[in-house]
């Protein structure tokens, strides 16, 4: 089984200001991650996702996250914000291999970042 | 191409009564998952279908809770005798085959008063 930490459920940051948002599995396996957002009123869509390969992964609106498998972290960054960036963010994971076939997501409790003009 | 869809968007129920949720997955997707997620909480998965296979049903919380799927087409979560723990939004994703990225629809928000 896994688990997921987001460490800060709220993270307030001005606009164009960096920022890193904070995630940290559990596994007794290898795993797959991912970040999704949330807009208010909307589904989750995916932001970027690591399988194999490079350990820095980069994804959609300048966001990118590195891997770092000594540390079991994934954390989000992004080196400039916008008041669009304002939204709730969900580190993600699952398992690299599914005898049964489900790649069930595991999810932390999400981090809602909050743009101050 | 259209994304996945779920209805109703919003449902408003009482305590007792049966309630249905669609989901409609992208077209060619084969694999689909039902979430909850409850207030402040994260995304609990629920069940997964892969084509005809038999679901995968460890995470349905009571046996109040089933879903059906036909092939690769619409799914139904069904919770009979809804309770006001029940109340959440109820997110469905799906998954081409072979692929790992789930995408997921707007929900279905439930509220049992």
């Known amino acids: 089984a896994q688990s997921v930490t987001q460490l800060d459920s709220q993270v307030p940051v001005f606009e164009e200001a960096p920022v890193e948002l904070r995630c940290n599995y559990s596994s007794s396996v290898s795993v797959y991650l991912f970040w999704y957002v949330q807009y208010p009123n909307q589904g989750l869509q995916l932001l970027l996702k690591?399988?194999?390969?490079?350990?820095l992964v980069k994804g959609i609106n300048g966001f990118e996250a590195e891997f770092i498998k000594s540390q079991t972290s994934f954390h989000l960054r992004k080196p400039s914000v916008h008041i669009s960036d304002t939204a709730e963010y969900f580190c993600?994971?699952?398992?690299?291999?599914?005898?049964?076939?489900?790649?069930?997501?595991?999810f932390g409790k999400g981090t809602k970042l909050s743009v101050i003009p | 191409g259209a994304g996945v869809s779920q209805s109703p968007s919003n449902k408003v129920t009482e305590k007792g009564k049966d309630v249905e949720l669609r989901c409609d997955p992208i077209?060619?997707?084969?694999?689909l998952y039902w979430y909850r997620q409850r207030l402040g909480q994260g995304l609990e998965f629920l069940i997964y279908?892969?084509?005809?296979?038999?679901?995968?049903k460890s995470g349905l919380p009571s046996d109040r809770f089933s879903a059906e799927r036909t092939g690769e087409s619409v799914s139904t979560l069904t919770i009979q005798r809804t309770q006001q723990e029940d109340s959440a939004v109820y997110l469905c994703?799906?998954?081409?085959?072979?692929?790992?990225?789930?995408?997921f629809g707007p929900g279905t928000r439930l509220t049992v008063t």
């Open positions: 077209s060619g997707h084969t694999a």
């Open positions: 690591y399988l194999s390969g490079s350990t």
């Open positions: 993600a994971v699952s398992a690299a291999y599914s005898g049964a076939g489900s790649y069930q997501l595991t």
């Open positions: 279908f892969q084509g005809n296979s038999a679901p995968d």
């Open positions: 994703a799906s998954c081409a085959k072979g692929a790992y990225e789930q995408y």
